[in-house]
């Protein structure tokens, strides 16, 4: 049996950027639900999460002694902060965005 909750239950995030590009890390909160968050949190489930807002690939990378995962979102940010008119041009708020990303946990 399992039931879902917000990514943010069990982990916490932060952003940067580098021109149009967002780097997201992750890290869960409690060592034992690395696995589970690595399984679910793709990067073609961060893609399909973001939508539209990504117009590039996302590239997960893992860090497993630290139990993190990092993603590098391309073409992200509408040109970067120089080149948009985006209120968040530095996508400082995409770790919120992510965390709201629903995973599957025991219950």
Known sequence: MS???PLHQIAHARAGDKGNTSNISLW???PA???LVREQVTADAV???FGAQVK???TRYELPH???LNFVLVDALDGGVNG??????HGKSWSAILLDLNVEVPQ
Do not use: C, F, P, Q
């Open 3 to 5: 039931r879902t909750i």
């Open 28 to 30: 869960v909160h409690d």
């Open 33 to 35: 639900d690395y696995d």
């Open 47 to 49: 893609k399909a999460h």
């Open 56 to 58: 590039g690939r996302v």
């Open 66 to 68: 630290l139990h993190g």
């Open 84 to 89: 948009s008119l985006n209120l968040d041009g």
